[in-house]
């Protein structure tokens, strides 16, 4: 056999394929001393070792054997996996919603691919119908690939043409508006997209996955599902993030595009809103609503839209033992906006007072938000506060650090007048920052606590 039919196998992963006659794509059967498993030999990454045998289970899980345990391999059969979905025409249905779906890459767009092992973002916006059939029953759905990149890769300009192109299907009349985006800086789009595309409406719903398409515990197609019909038929017309409830595939929730944060690595339910609750729950057939007070959708086409972004812009996260040449190298690299991420109410050590003073002699604007993540900036309390104030740091009330440093590029895409970019910094645009935050707006539990260990019992994590 050619070595074209091992895919990515090399060393004693490939001797063993062509001892036992073994091919990638082969159904398998395969002998352990561990016992007996069958599957599909997948290809390999040509990155990874030569130890291992890598298999798709039964169960659409993965998995990898060690050379070593092989006792006996016997190939059953041979189909050679197609692992990119095909484009279908999405049918047309009068009586239901016209929503957009605007790509921009990430995982809920994405396939495996074994050259190097990683998630690319390879489908296509139209190739997702053919994924998840199930959109058709919730709205019509046209389709437009604006980028095709991981969510790291998504910045300013990627913003501001989204927010551009937003804008013009709104004036066209569409009813709801989808963006496919990676989780990882989802919450950082929310936000611009919150400030650039002001009073939409309809709604626009950012959606994502934790788990890619091929996965079996994806979350990709229930969360478009959700998005779509949070586009389709929610009375929100605001920027939302659209992503599982609890880890389970019961519900999925609707977070204000200002309030939402990334919370854990790899869970479904990576997204919680933050000092404040969400604004509904979602599933299929319902949208059961948490907030009474929110932008409502209209029948007018009419919307702002303020693509705007200084990206001379950034965040201090502060350290015990900060040197005031950290400070001094972003000032002298050109940074206009600074945002501290201080200690407890806002506080950064006295070291730093003269390298604050040149950055507002030299016309930085700088805002101070917490690493608490919770609460609010108090800098009234300690002479710390008072200190840093009178050299020119201001505080951004409940602002989410990353939704700070957004709207400090947004603000100084517009004007550079302290006192305009001041104005445009605490006046909420859409509860970035608020009056006071609810008692069930912050919530964190510790296992082990025996009335908490009751409460895990009889609710979903």
């Not at 997948?42 to 050379?67: A, C, F, Q, W």
Request: hydrophobic share 35%; proline share 5%.
């Amino acid at each position: 056999m050619g070595d074209d039919i091992f895919q990515g196998y090399k060393g004693h992963a490939l001797e063993t394929l062509k001892k036992y006659n073994v091919r990638v794509w082969g159904q398998t059967e395969v002998d352990t001393t561990r016992g007996k498993f069958y599957g599909t030999v997948l290809p390999r990454s040509e990155n990874d070792d030569d130890k291992h045998i890598v298999m798709k289970i039964e169960t659409g899980y993965n998995i990898g054997l060690d050379v070593e345990t092989i006792t006996g391999m016997k190939e059953t059969g041979y189909k050679k996996a197609n692992y990119k979905i095909p484009e279908q025409e999405f049918p047309y249905s009068k009586d239901k919603p016209n929503v957009k779906l605007f790509g921009t890459g990430g995982t809920i767009a994405s396939r495996l691919d074994y050259r190097t092992g990683a998630v690319i973002p390879a489908f296509s916006p139209g190739e997702l119908y053919g994924a998840v059939p199930e959109l058709a029953d919730v709205c019509n759905l046209t389709t437009e690939k604006l980028f095709a990149v991981f969510s790291e890769n998504m910045g300013p300009e990627q913003y501001k043409k989204l927010a551009v192109a937003i804008g013009k299907e709104i004036e066209n009349g569409i009813e709801g508006i989808i963006i496919g985006h990676g989780t990882d800086t989802l919450h950082h789009t929310g936000a611009a997209l919150t400030f650039m595309v002001q009073n939409p409406p309809v709604p626009i719903v950012l959606v994502g996955s934790q788990r890619s398409s091929d996965r079996p515990s994806s979350d990709a197609a229930l969360n478009l599902i959700h998005a779509a019909k949070a586009a389709g038929h929610s009375d929100i017309a605001e920027v939302m993030v659209s992503m599982f409830g609890p880890t389970s595939d019961e519900y999925g929730l609707l977070h204000k595009g200002t309030r939402v944060r990334k919370m854990h690595s790899s869970y479904r339910s990576t997204f919680r809103t933050i000092g404040d609750t969400p604004l509904a729950m979602i599933d299929r057939d319902n949208i059961r609503h948490i907030k009474k007070d929110y932008n409502h959708r209209r029948k007018d086409h009419k919307v702002k839209i303020l693509p705007y972004f200084d990206d001379r812009v950034t965040m201090l996260y502060y350290y015990p033992g900060m040197k005031p040449d950290t400070l001094d190298s972003l000032v002298d690299a050109g940074y206009k906006g600074i945002v501290f991420v201080g200690t407890g109410l806002g506080h950064v050590n006295k070291e730093l007072y003269p390298a604050i003073e040149r950055a507002q002699k030299k016309g930085v604007h700088m805002y101070m938000t917490l690493q608490t993540i919770w609460g609010y900036v108090h800098m009234f309390v300690y002479d710390t506060g008072r200190d840093m104030m009178a050299k020119g740091i201001i505080p951004a009330g409940n602002m989410l650090p990353e939704v700070a440093f957004i709207k400090l590029g947004w603000a100084l895409g517009q004007t550079d007048d302290p006192e305009e970019v001041k104005k445009l910094m605490l006046t909420p645009i859409n509860d970035e920052i608020t009056p006071r935050e609810p008692y069930n707006g912050y919530l964190v539990f510790q296992g082990g606590i025996p009335e908490v260990e009751d409460f895990i019992k009889r609710v979903h994590k």
